[in-house]
């Protein structure tokens, strides 16, 4: 049971387009050390995104790259897309606190196709506050839902939230988010079907996971409508993470894509 989680945690690692889903999250806290070699990263100070570039080779992409995540939805023509090909199932409630982010992790069987080609969801996990922006704008968190191809070819799903009601599919993660780092618990289900905004419009284009290493090749799709949730969950994550967003970066050459 614990190989079979620990290798879905190194898969989040290798694919994440997620703040901390990228940092390992099986893992000691970077700042603690310990077996993992990646040099430590995170939101502020010396370790923080301006400097990731700098923290290792492996990060080169983090300040070389021309086709980083996450950055600024603005106003850009549109162009006609597919709707989204989702089908998403329900899976066993497995709820990780890696030391930087909440990760739900997902069991096999959710996928996103893609112009025939199929991506399977591992993982979804959460960024306070938004990290794409919308016209300048941050929401107070945003959702990732990270896809993977048997190719190794990334699709990220990001929801963005904003305060309101009480979101049920929130409550139902929090009421099983683990206080203690590299913890994974959870009772029950869930289908993160339920999560998604009822109009399924969004904007494609090709990005970077937004963490460490900032590898590129990653398709983007940021979905129109937000999401509510409500002050306390919002607070309640804060409390635990902290913040946890790249900043925007450069759109540089790249052509986004919008669904109506
Ligand atoms: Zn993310």
Request: proline share 7%; hydrophobic share 35%; with cysteine.
């Amino acid at each position: 049971m614990y190989q079979r989680i620990f290798l879905a945690a190194v898969a989040a690692v290798l694919i994440s387009g997620g703040a901390y889903a990228a940092d390992p999250a099986h893992a000691p806290a970077p700042a603690h050390g310990g077996g993992d070699h990646k040099p430590h990263w995170g939101y502020i100070g010396e370790a923080g995104p301006a400097n990731w570039g700098d923290l290792s080779g492996d990060y080169h992409a983090c300040k070389a790259g021309q086709s980083q995540s996450p950055i600024d939805i603005g106003n850009a023509p549109h162009q006609d897309a597919k709707p989204l090909a989702i089908s998403y199932k329900p899976t066993r409630m497995r709820v990780v606190n890696n030391g930087h982010t909440i990760q739900a992790n997902y069991d096999a069987g959710s996928t996103l196709t893609l112009d025939g080609k199929q991506f399977n969801l591992l993982q979804f996990h959460f960024h306070s506050p938004s990290e794409h922006t919308r016209e300048k704008s941050a929401f107070p968190m945003e959702v990732h839902l990270v896809h993977k191809a048997e190719d190794g070819t990334l699709a990220v799903v990001g929801v963005f939230i904003k305060q309101g009601k009480e979101n049920p599919f929130l409550a139902a993660i929090w009421k099983n988010m683990p206080t203690e780092v590299d913890h994974e618990q959870g009772e029950g289900n869930l289908n993160v079907a339920d999560f998604l905004p009822s109009n399924k419009a969004f904007w494609n284009y090709s990005g970077s996971l937004t963490t460490p290493p900032c590898s590129e090749g990653v398709n983007w799709f940021v979905m129109d409508q937000p999401v509510e949730a409500s002050e306390a969950q919002i607070k309640k994550f804060l409390g635990l993470v902290h913040e946890n967003a790249r900043p925007v970066q450069p759109l540089h050459d790249r052509k986004l894509i919008h669904r109506k």
